[in-house]
Each structure stands twice: as structure tokens, then as C-alpha cells.
């Protein structure tokens, strides 16, 4: 026994020993990938960003880029002379009007659909949740567009909706000025950047609403698949309604899953660059710039592309921009991972 | 492409859940079903306008109140939207699906390596390794787009550049270009991972004493018992490579390379738009991806509610 045990026990040494090498080759295509397209990056990004930089590096400026950002990005003169909003806090207030028009949303309205789909469906699920689901799996480049014409102000279903239901028409992607200012004519006096999302920025936040609702309602499901029978079938015994039960055990219960899409949702839509791109590059007349109409749609992330693939000389500066959206989705991150460590620490 | 992890608390892999009481059909549960109904046709609606609009001629696309049904069916649309194009649109098919089938093949090949590494193979600093790995999923796209563009232009040794990567354009405007850099992504490492580690450990030490050696091991029994788990893997792949826009734009310039996706853009140059050909094209690079899913949709969903992984 002890010299089966032994050679066992050799054996086994001895493959850990042979397999050293092994191991390391297994590894070595994704690392050098990795390596290369993911940590070199980091740092190369910073490198990047002490430059004036075009196809190549022009001259070395120092921290010049990041005084830019965070001084004149965020507080600048405009031709009066008089303080204004800098470039990089107006990409930044658009962006938060986009997370805040779109996470919150699609998280309720997902949340409902699956709740009344687990507990009051159960023939046909499959079939409403494919239904739900199609739009995440389809490309922004071919959707986006259709939602341009739907949305179109001159020829659009949309349009003609509102017009047989006898609510006024918007101009939609052409509109610069803040949906608020539209709906209530009170609001005139506030200046665009602080009246909330502009009108063009609504068709985008519903297009990636759209997109998103399926993945969020299939996570939802699973959440709530998770939650014990017992537990509901007790409190039903126990004479809880719908709504006791709703709110007391079912919510409770699917809030993790909630704080996950939360984030998941936050950093989507911080990264969110396709559906913008597309829908403002043109407008219905056939000019425009992504990021339009009079930039209420440049989100932090088309900020960069601006910087870096229209604007001349200005690859360096987009590197410091792309930093500063680095450390903020970093943050949520951390956050999710850390969230993810309890839950594993929890089982 | 970000990607974001969850671990379920229990694994939930079947959302068909029986938990609805049988019940006699309720005022209240037709309601819901209608509601439930109306909400999954405002869904569809885009879809529904996008086959319907593909079939209006301009004057009637161009037309306003839209009608629904077109008046007269014009398929020829489609072959406008071929056409249209600097190349026709199969062209930018090929390229779609070169540029998808080669990452996609590649991506887990060099995963399932990876993970069978960290899953079976014991070797020094593998713990490290992993986690430095698992350290690149918090990095995102954009602050590698910038160095991964400048990079890609000055490859050593490829488009004339020297040694030094001077000289030349490097990959820029090739294949490999829009390959390259999504090429591994390490949560797919992880993904496999655990999959690999979900398989017997007894089956490892069978094998050994049977003398096949780890690759054999690796190709021969692995393979086929985490079959599911490389599925997913390759859907998302090759799913997001079909969809990809902002990356190739960036770093190819010739048409004839060029994916499916940038073709779209070429539609809606005009100030009247060819709202039906526009409508035909989406159709038509929409088309794989929506068979795709609904062919391989339990798989698509089941990984997506198992890792919460985001495309």
C-alpha cells in the first residue's frame, strides 16, 4: 500500500514538473494577444497622451493635454468673453442625460415584463421572450437607420401617430433643443445644457432602450426563477395579495440581480458609440456631424472619435479624454466585481 | 466589446420555470396577456416596417402619412440594395464573414487553450497569470482604440514598415487589422475555464495512465463534453464581429475589405433617400444574424443567463 501510495505520489510530481513548460505554451497565443491589444494599451495610452499627436507624434507636450481637459474642457470663455461650458463637461452632461434616460428606464420596464411574464405566463414565454429579445442581437448600423426613418420629421410613422392622435409633431434628430423646453414652453428661459436630453438624444435613448430591454428582461427571468417556490407559495398560503408579495418578497429578493444590471447597464451605456454615430451623422437633410445636432448627442465617447478621427493633431488630446472615461467605467467596475466577490463570499 | 460577469447566486440555467400556477383564464390574466402581447408587437414594429418599407417604392416611401402595406410591391428593391453599394453587397458579405468566421474559429481555439491551461495544467505563477487575465476584463474599448490603432499602423515587418514599425502603414487597412485586437477576450478565458473545471478530475488521471498526453486529452475528451460552453463562445464571436462598426471603420480604408456594416452607411448620402432600398439592405446583413439566433437561441440565452456576458 505505502509504495503504491509512493509511486503514486511520484508520479504525480512528476507530471507537475513535465507539464511546466506545457502549460506556459497553452498560454502563450492568448497572452501575447493580451499582451499586446489589452495591458500594453494602458500604457501606451499614457504615452500617447503626452503628445501632439496626428499619424505620428508631433512634439512632446507634457501634461499640456490634461490641463486642456480639465481646464478649459470644463470652464471656458466664449466669444463675449463670458464663462461657458467647456467641450469635455458639455460631453459629460450629455452623457449622464443618456445614462440617466436610459438605465433607469429599461431596468423598470424590464423588470415589469419579466415579473408579469413569470408569474402569469406560461404558454407562449418562449415565444414573447424571443420576441423581446431580437433587438439586442441585431446590428445598430441596420437598426438605427430604420429608427432614422420611423423618426424622420417630414415622412415618419411617428410623426403621423402623433398627428392622428392629435399631439404635436416633433423634428426629432434634427432638434437641438431639450424635449422639456418642447413639451413645457414655461421652461424657455433655461439655458439647453441644464433642460435635460435634447430632443435628438430621446430617439437615441429609445433606440438603445430598445436594443437593451431583451437582456435585461432575460436576466431578470433567471432572478427570478432563483427565488425559492416555498417562499411565494407560503406567503400566498399566508394570505399575501400580488402586490405584498411583489413587493416584499419578490423585489427583495432579485435586488442583487437588480444592482448587477444597474451596472452592466451604466457601463453599456457609458461605452454606447454605434447608435449615435449612426443615427446623427446625417441629419434628415443630408448634413451633420456625429455627435449632432448642435453637439447634444456628443457623448464622452464621440467626443474621442471626434478628437480622434476628424479633428487634425488632436490624437494625443483624445488619448487624455479616453482616460478620463477609463477611470469612470473603471469605477463601476470595481464596483460590480466587488459586488460579485460578496455574492460568491455569501453561497 | 466590454464584458461584465455575474455568478449567479443558484445557477439558474432552465427561465421555463413552472412556477405559474395553473389557472383558469382570468379577466386579469387576459389583460396581462394582452398587454404582454401589445408590448412585444411595439417591439417588432421596427422589424415589421423594416420587411414592409423594403418592398415601397420612393415616391411612396418618400410619402407622407407613410401608408403601412405597400400600394405597389416593388422586390426590385433588393437588387438596388445589392448594387448599390461601391461593391455589391455580397462583397461586403464575404468580408463580414471571412472577418467573423477566421476571429471567431481563432478566438476559441486560442480560449479553449488558455482555459484548459488554467484548468488542468499545474505550472508555476499560474495563479497570477490568471488573475492578471481575469485584470483585462475591467479594461475598456476605449482606452485600447487609440494605442490599438497606432499600434496596428506600425506592425514591424508588415505594409513596409522596418523593423522599428517606421516607414510603411503596418496592418492598417487588412483583414488582420480588424481581427487582431478583439482576438482573445478573457472572459471567454474564464468562461472555459470553469467549463473545463466542471469536468471529472478523474477523467484527467484515466487518461494519463492510459498515456494520452495533455493536447490528446484536451481534443478528445474535453472538447466534446464542454461542446455547449465553446457554442456560446463562438455565437458571441461571431455575432459581435458581424455587428462590429466603430473598429473596422477606424482601421480599413479599401472598400473591397471592408464588412457588412459600413456598407450601410453608403445608403443615406442623399437628401432624398431610397427609404425602400435602405429598408432591403438592413434586411439583408439583418437576415443571418436574426436565423442565427433563432436557430441557436436556447444556447444564446442559456449563456447569456449563466455569465451575464454582454456583447
Not at chain 2, 146 to 162: E, K, Q, S, Y
Request: with cysteine.
Amino acid at each position: 500500500m505505502a509504495t503504491l501510495r509512493m509511486a503514486r505520489k511520484r508520479w504525480q510530481t512528476n507530471q507537475r514538473r513535465t507539464s511546466g513548460w506545457g502549460g506556459v505554451l497553452y498560454l502563450l497565443p492568448a497572452l501575447i494577444i493580451l499582451l499586446i491589444f489589452e495591458i500594453w494599451p494602458i500604457l501606451f495610452n499614457l504615452y500617447i497622451s503626452l503628445w501632439r499627436w496626428d499619424v505620428g507624434p508631433l512634439k512632446f507636450v507634457g501634461l499640456a493635454n490634461y490641463q486642456r481637459l480639465f481646464g478649459e474642457g470644463f470652464i471656458t470663455r466664449d466669444y463675449n468673453d463670458q464663462l461657458a461650458v467647456g467641450e469635455v463637461l458639455h460631453s459629460l452632461i450629455v452623457t449622464i442625460y443618456y445614462v440617466l434616460g436610459r438605465v433607469p428606464i429599461t431596468i423598470v420596464l424590464a423588470f415589469i415584463l419579466a415579473y408579469l411574464l413569470f408569474i402569469w405566463v406560461q404558454r407562449g414565454r418562449a415565444v414573447l421572450r424571443t420576441a423581446y429579445f431580437l433587438p439586442y442581437v441585431t446590428s445598430s448600423a441596420a437598426m438605427a437607420l430604420v429608427f432614422g426613418w420611423m423618426f424622420n420629421p417630414r415622412l415618419g410613422v411617428v410623426n403621423a401617430l402623433l398627428q392622428t392622435i392629435g399631439l404635436p409633431t416633433l423634428t426629432w434628430l434634427d432638434d437641438p433643443f431639450p424635449l422639456l423646453e418642447r413639451m413645457v414652453p414655461g421652461l424657455a428661459w433655461l439655458p439647453n445644457l441644464a433642460a435635460g436630453p435634447s430632443t435628438a438624444m430621446i430617439v437615441i435613448i429609445l433606440y438603445s432602450i430598445w436594443t437593451s430591454l431583451g437582456y435585461n428582461i432575460v436576466i431578470y427571468l433567471a432572478g427570478l426563477s432563483a427565488v425559492p417556490k416555498e417562499l411565494l407559495e407560503a406567503a400566498r398560503i399566508d394570505g399575501a395579495g400580488g402586490w405584498t408579495i411583489l413587493r416584499r418578497i419578490i423585489w427583495p429578493l432579485v435586488s442583487p440581480t437588480t444592482f448587477f444590471l444597474l451596472i452592466a447597464n451604466m457601463i453599456s451605456a457609458f461605452q454606447a458609440f454605434d447608435p449615435i454615430y449612426v443615427l446623427t451623422r446625417k441629419s434628415s437633410a443630408g448634413a451633420g456631424e456625429a455627435g449632432g445636432p448642435l453637439d447634444t448627442t456628443l457623448t464622452v465617447t464621440v467626443y474621442i472619435f471626434r478628437n480622434f478621427y476628424e479633428r487634425a493633431n488632436s490624437v494625443g488630446y483624445a488619448a487624455t479624454v479616453a482616460f478620463l472615461l477609463f477611470f469612470i467605467i473603471l469605477g463601476l467596475t470595481v464596483m460590480q466585481f466587488s459586488m460579485l466577490n460578496r455574492k460568491v463570499h455569501y453561497q | 466589446m466590454a464584458t461584465t460577469i455575474e455568478v449567479s447566486a443558484a445557477p439558474p440555467t432552465r427561465t421555463q420555470a413552472t412556477t405559474a400556477p395553473a389557472r383558469p383564464w382570468s379577466f386579469t390574466s387576459v389583460l396581462i396577456y394582452a398587454l404582454l402581447i401589445l408590448g412585444a408587437l411595439i417591439v417588432i414594429f421596427p422589424f415589421i416596417w423594416m420587411v414592409l418599407g423594403s418592398f415601397k417604392t420612393l415616391q411612396e416611401s418618400n410619402r407622407f402619412p407613410p401608408t403601412f402595406w405597400p400600394e405597389t410591391w416593388q422586390p426590385q428593391n433588393y437588387l438596388n440594395a445589392w448594387l448599390r453599394p461601391p461593391h455589391t453587397l455580397g462583397r461586403y458579405m464575404v468580408n463580414s464573414l471571412v472577418i467573423a468566421t477566421f476571429g471567431t474559429s481563432i478566438q476559441v481555439v486560442f480560449c479553449a487553450l488558455a482555459g484548459f491551461a488554467f484548468a488542468q495544467l499545474h505550472f508555476r505563477g499560474r495563479d497570477l497569470l490568471f488573475i492578471l487575465v481575469l485584470a483585462t476584463t475591467m479594461i475598456p474599448n476605449e482606452i485600447t482604440l487609440i494605442p490599438n490603432f497606432v499600434t496596428i499602423r506600425r506592425f514591424p515587418l508588415f505594409g513596409g514598415n522596418d523593423l522599428f514599425g517606421a516607414g510603411g502603414s503596418g496592418l492598417y487597412d487588412s483583414y488582420a487589422a480588424v481581427i487582431l485586437p478583439g482576438l482573445v477576450g478573457a472572459f471567454n478565458i474564464f468562461l472555459l475555464r470553469q467549463a473545463f473545471m466542471g469536468v471529472p478530475k478523474e477523467f484527467w488521471e484515466a487518461a494519463q495512465i492510459d498515456g494520452c498526453s495533455s493536447f490528446g486529452y484536451l481534443w478528445r475528451i474535453m472538447v466534446p463534453l464542454t461542446l455547449p460552453s465553446l457554442l456560446t463562445v463562438a455565437i458571441f464571436g461571431f455575432i459581435g464581429r458581424w455587428n462590429g462598426l466603430l473598429w473596422p471603420l477606424l482601421v480599413t480604408r479599401t472598400e473591397a475589405i471592408r464588412p457588412v456594416q459600413m456598407a450601410m452607411i453608403y445608403y443615406q448620402t442623399e437628401f432624398l433617400t431610397d427609404y425602400g432600398m435602405l429598408m432591403a439592405a438592413s434586411l439583408l446583413i439583418t437576415l443571418p444574424i436574426v436565423i442565427l439566433f433563432l436557430l441557436l437561441q436556447r444556447q444564446f440565452i442559456e449563456g447569456i443567463v449563466n455569465t451575464g456576458l454582454k456583447g
